[in-house]
């Protein structure tokens, strides 16, 4: 080996073209090529950005990059328009003051925070299902697609404002973060309209501190929080970047699980027999509490399997900070990381008939026998999801509300000629809104 051999960098496979992959529609095949023509690590050339990017499709290398070595990544690109609406939210920053964020933030994701919470999620889902028992009395097919995104809108908003939403709905005619649901391009002008929204939580903050009320929600949460290292508080600034970044994180993702959740079920007869068994036997009135959800695990594994065939958050990517060595690659620092939660949980060295729904393989056996980190679509390490208990909670509560009063039956004609289709956003959607008819069990 000559001495300039020795110094090259083992690097993957990979393309010749140049290319900067995306959270769109047009990235989603592509990475699927890649995978297909590279394996489990493809090294893509720049068109735009400074440096290559390393394509992962191997859970040994998340474990390495998400959880042993952690300290040499931060966030990498592709997030451009959602760091445009969250500022410095705890979603976008890095380093010492994402550490400060999460730790004056976590508290409020605990368990016993999310019992309190839960009361939140039962009313909303109280309300839907007499929305939809009067749908189903009448006949109506229900868009499923678009009544889980705004249960979703709705629970995130009370758990962040509580009643203060009423006052805010009277103040403004309508309520104004509806942007979220009916304005879906995500483009300039929506993140125009969703910086204004920043104007009404400062004024919720302003009469807040006028009044001796309290609310158990994560508004009141973050105005207390207290960072034990520095004995401060967030500023003004930093709690709204953070209540908004909990509106853009925790409103879409937990609203396409369900609407995928939803289809999965109407497709597999069998498995969606299982749940209603489990609800009627498990949950004594209407809506489950808190302590029924534990007692509903199958609920929870149909939600896993709709995570695994639909991750929500399909790409997210890092940067190296400095030199690594992954695999036995080297990833020179500045290389940007891409993972891909849809790909690799369709990997079939770990998933045995990828395609199919088979909630099963979440049951604990199961997951037991598996690679760990073969399923992250909450990612993993110190910057895996702060919202995941929360929303597994929230979309059981729902399953368990309305599997138990009803059936819901899929109408391709209404669909979509095409039947349904994704559309690889941030977050993985259907192209057309899901079309179901409720029918009463
Ligand atoms: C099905 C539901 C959800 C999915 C699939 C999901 C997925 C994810 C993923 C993949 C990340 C990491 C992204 C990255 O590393 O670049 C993340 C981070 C995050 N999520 Fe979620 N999420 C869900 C629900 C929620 C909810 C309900 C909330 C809040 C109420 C939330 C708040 C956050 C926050 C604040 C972060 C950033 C954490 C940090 O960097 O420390 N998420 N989520």
Redesign the pocket.
Known sequence: MTSIEAKLPNLPPGPDKAYDINTTDESFPIVADYIAKYGNFTLIKPVTRANNTILINDPDAVKAI?VKNHENYK??PG?ERVKMLLGN???V?DGAF?RR??RM?QPA?SRKCIDGLAKKMQKANQDLLHSWQKKADNNEVIDVSSETSDLSLEI?LR?LFSDDMDKLIAQEGENPFQILTYDLARDIQFVMKFRALKILVQQLMDERRESSKRYDD?LEAFMEGIDKETGEGMSDKEIID?VM??II???E??A??LNWAWYLLSQNPAEEKKLHDEVDNNIAADIPTFEEVGNIPFSRQV?EEA?RLY???WL???TAIADDKICGYDIPAGTNIFFT?YYLHRHPDFWDEPESFKPDRFSAEEVKKRHKFAF????AG???????Y???V??QIHLGTMAKKFKLEYVPDLSGEKGVELDPQVNLRSKNSIMMKLIKR
Not at 376 to 379: E, G, L, N, R
Not at 382 to 388: M, Y
């Open positions: 998400l966030k990498g997030f939210g705890i979603i920053s994402w964020q999460r933030i994701f995130i758990c994560f953070e970044t909990m994180a925790g409103h993702t937990g396409t699980t939600i995570l991750p929500p958050v997210y990517s890092r939660p992250i679509p909450f990612s110190p910057r895996r999801c702060i919202g995941d929360f929303s597994i929230e979309m």
